[in-house]
């Protein structure tokens, strides 16, 4: 849902800054997968991406939602 809001011109819907504070106010809220690191790279990625104006003049290049995202936006 991020990418595809910034894909419409949008700024990021979620940067990395507000994510990662819920996290580190939680209590015992450790998780031991992988999936954490990669949602934080990924947030980052899109969020510094649209800060340099890359994801604005390469709109082309940004791949078009699975069915299943488009369900839940």
């Given at each position: ?9 949008n ?23 992988w ?18 104006g890359?994801l ?17 936006d």
């Amino acid at each position: 849902a991020n990418l595809a809001h910034v894909k419409r011109g949008n700024p990021p819907i979620i940067t990395l800054d507000p994510y990662i504070e819920v996290f580190e106010e939680g209590n015992e809220l450790a998780r031991p997968d992988w999936r954490l690191a990669r949602d934080l790279v990924l947030i980052r990625m899109v969020e510094r991406l649209y800060e340099q104006g890359w994801l604005g003049s390469n709109v082309d290049v940004i791949p078009e939602p699975a069915e299943e995202e488009t369900k839940s936006d």
